[in-house]
């Protein structure tokens, strides 16, 4: 069942399985030049027509898309095509914006991720994020690390939680020997991997990476890349990024979002495809697509 | 459309008009600058320097271990001042600090901004930091000293004081708090921290130093004043140090100024080594505050 035929059913109750998937396919082939619903394996996410507001500015429009597990899922797209805004709406970190709505359904196994007794504290804490610039706490390496363990009550094993999420991050080499030492005296890249290793020490079954190479230098941003292939084998990671090349790189499924301007000259974000990252990369079915990844607008 | 950028060199003479103009303005606002520093300076030191040089003779034992006294200005000391001010700020300090710092997290993690009452709230704090501190005196004498029954006691002079510098201490923590970046709340949100940890372990640690330092200053300002607690009706001549928060007392500037209230000239001396001992006290909480930045800066 896709997840349009999911929303549809679950807008109109009365319907029956097969009605609603056909009002489904009806509403999809309306809504064009919007994307199919594609469905995925094992999805751990799924977003069905989700918009987001700030204010009474709609900055992402009818976003239907799913996310597989342990897979590596890149949000690729011009500036201002709200593909972080949709990444916030995985952990709810959109509610720490003020004026900030999301409309539509996201579930998270197929339990709403927006239900009135969904405790936002306890969705952040099984789906991690990483920023765009490395923000490690002015604390210790060892603090860092053990930060999110310590906030959700764990007191004892701390120092093998800290080893195993440094290693997880590629940084233990690196920093065994100055665990007590400011995180701040870091690289940029190796503060980056510590967000990584702290985000990790939480054991989220999802990282959401917004940008995570965006301030870093190639060499810190290859490091980065072979890190997610690593962690895909046990995370489930979607990944915002500029850079297309990244995408093709290090993603299983690519989504494709682009800004529509409305007559007002207001722009919107929406999804205009979604597949696998080798069919996006090498045969786009959307025209915008295609101009986007040869270079010729973005 | 081709410009020419003329470079004064040695031979030919600089004719830009930019290039002509501008150094002789920039030296003449930097010389502006220095001589504006120079004057502050200057006072400062002829003003210490007239104080010292006064007060050098006085400058005894007596001063810290004698009582004041009317009778005999070559011996009278000024303890119960120093132990009363040392009280007085004390309690001062107690009693701000954690409601300014509460106060501050409040107004800058919880209000909403855009309500009115905050905005009205935000507007009072900051017209109340510029309230002249004899006002807080006429307040403490009405509603604490008399209005509470709280009399002329160190509590009601602390509360008093309190009152004055609150405002302060609230604005120095609501900027300290303000100053740790978003990526930190952010950060330790995404870990699934609620958001008081957030604020226990991530805000205020990192809003520490700002804090210090604005509320021992805001207290330095506090132990100077003689003002409201003159009003509030403290007593010169007090023969013993305070013994609890319910004591009388008398504080420095009180005392100083009731000495220069002699007809004596002997008392001239007394009170200019009061005044040292006043700065001495000032110059310790101000270098105490500069530690407290150090020291947490450098642990980050």
Known sequence: ?298 | MTTTIARGTSDSPVRSLRGGRRPPRELLFRIALQASLGIAISFLAVLLGYVLWTGLPRLDADLLLNMPSTLRPETAGAQSAIMGTLWVITLTALITVPIGVMSAIYLEEYADPTRWWNKVLDINIQNLAAVPSIVYGILGLGVIARGLGLGLTVLSAAITLSLLVLPVVIIAGREAIRAVPNSIRFGSLALGATKWQTIWKQVLPAAVPGTATGSILALSRAIGEAAPLLLLGALAYISFNPDGVLSQFTVLPVQIYDFIKQSREDFVPLASAAICVLLVILLVMNSLAIYLRNKFQRRW
């Not at chain 1, 196994?109 to 927006?114: A, N, T, V």
């Not at chain 1, 120092?159 to 290693?167: F, G, K, N, S, Y």
């Open chain 1, 1 to 298: 069942m896709t997840p349009l035929t999911q929303h549809v059913e679950s807008r109109f109750p009365a319907l029956s399985q097969s009605e609603a998937r056909e009002a489904a396919l009806t509403i999809a082939g309306q809504d064009t030049p919007g994307p199919s619903p594609v469905s995925v394996p094992s999805p751990v996410f799924e977003m069905s027509d989700v918009s987001v507001y700030y204010d009474h500015y709609q900055a992402v429009r009818n976003v239907d898309l799913p996310v597989a597990r342990r897979e590596i899922t890149a949000l690729i797209g011009p500036s201002g095509c709200g593909k972080s805004t949709i990444l916030r709406c995985f952990n709810r970190m959109n509610d720490l914006v003020p004026g900030a709505r999301v409309t539509g359904k996201i579930t998270f196994h197929d339990e709403d991720l927006y239900a009135d007794y969904v405790d936002p504290i306890e969705v952040r804490r099984r789906i991690g994020m990483v920023f765009q610039k490395p923000n490690p706490f002015p604390k210790s390496i060892y603090d860092n690390v053990a930060y999110g363990p310590r906030v959700n009550g764990v007191k004892k094993g701390l120092d093998e939680i800290v080893e195993q999420a440094l290693r997880g991050a590629a940084l233990w080499d690196e920093t065994k020997d100055k665990l007590t030492e400011s995180a701040l005296a870091l690289s940029g890249g190796q503060q980056q991997r510590l967000c990584i290793a702290r985000t990790i020490a939480v054991q989220p079954e999802v990282i959401l990476m917004d940008e995570p190479c965006s301030a870093l230098d190639p060499i810190a941003t290859s490091k980065i890349e072979d890190l997610m292939h690593d962690l895909a084998e046990d995370f489930t990671i979607v990944i915002v990024t500029h850079n297309m090349q990244q995408a093709a790189r290090v993603s299983d499924r690519t989504a494709f979002f682009t800004a529509d301007v409305d007559d007002a000259g207001v722009r919107h974000g929406r999804l205009v495809e979604f597949d696998k990252t080798a069919t996006i990369f090498s045969n786009p079915s959307d025209r915008r697509t295609e101009d986007y990844i040869t270079g010729r607008f973005g």
